[in-house]
């Protein structure tokens, strides 16, 4: 039987989602010992995607598999107590026998948290930026080229070991959440390379603060050659949210 599993997490504390062979600590190796200890078997998991070191997740999903029928309600209120705090699961539930999490999510959003004020009580969610101010549409002007293209190589982290850079972005926006005082950047497609949307906002940053300009992001998308500068934001920002499958319900 094949189950998938809704669940957040804080990443501040992990190096990322992935299984790591060194001795770093990982979402996916956190929840694989959490479901050894109850189905006392290793089950191995498999995500919707990777996160980077520090980056979180809200409404993240991955699957598994078990020889038998399991009592999914029982097993998702056991795991909640049995992994560390800044791991929820929100809901288990069986899916049909090729469901799969990562190549059956026809999209994916990220937000990015950016704030001119100090704010001691959101210091693991948002990034302190010091160097007001902000223009909001010089930035949306940035990111609003990015929905001509499909062909993500500039903002791809060196090194990565992808098979193709394409990627269908539908959305890329600036906004300022005067409640929260915060800038957010929200980002959706139906796929994201390695180190990608921190690689957008560092442009945006640069353009406009006038160290990059339009043209150049421009120049950069139509040649795919990387930009003359670049920036990846802290970590700390980012949050993965709101991955969607034709069969499972929102809630």
């Not at 190796?29 to 050894?36: A, F, M, R, S």
């Not at 107590?81 to 539930?93: E, G, M, N, Q, Y």
């Not at 409640?179 to 390695?194: A, G, M, P, V, W």
Request: glycine share 6%; proline share 4%; hydrophobic share 35%.
């Amino acid at each position: 039987m094949r189950y998938f599993a809704e669940i957040s997490y804080d990443g501040t504390l992990y190096s990322g989602w992935q299984y790591q062979k060194n001795s770093a600590t990982t979402i996916q190796q956190t929840i694989e010992d959490g479901l050894e200890r109850l189905l006392k078997t290793r089950t191995q998991i498999l995500g919707c995607g990777r996160t980077d070191a520090g980056v979180h997740a809200k409404g993240y999903y991955y699957h598994f598999d078990t020889q038998d029928l399991i009592d999914h309600d029982w097993l998702c209120e056991k795991i909640n107590h049995v992994l560390p705090k800044d791991i929820a699961t929100h809901r288990i539930f069986p899916v049909h026998e090729n469901a799969h999490t990562r190549f059956d999510a026809t999209e994916r959003s990220y937000i990015y948290r950016l704030r001119i004020e100090p704010d001691p009580f959101d210091v693991k969610y948002s990034w302190f930026y010091r160097f007001p101010p902000i223009d909001l549409e010089v930035m949306n002007e940035a990111v609003g080229v990015l929905l001509n293209y499909e062909d993500f190589f500039p903002f791809c982290k060196m090194g990565s070991d992808v098979k193709t850079y394409k990627c269908k972005v539908i959305k890329a926006i600036w906004t300022y959440n005067e409640e929260d005082r915060c800038y957010e950047f929200r980002i959706t497609s139906n796929r994201f390379l390695r180190g990608m949307i921190r690689l957008i906002v560092g442009m945006a940053m640069y353009v406009q603060k006038g160290k990059l300009s339009v043209q150049e992001v421009i120049d950069s998308m139509e040649s795919q050659n990387r930009l003359r500068m670049e920036y990846s934001v802290p970590a700390q920002g980012l949050c993965l949210y709101d991955i969607k499958y034709p069969y499972v319900s929102q809630r």
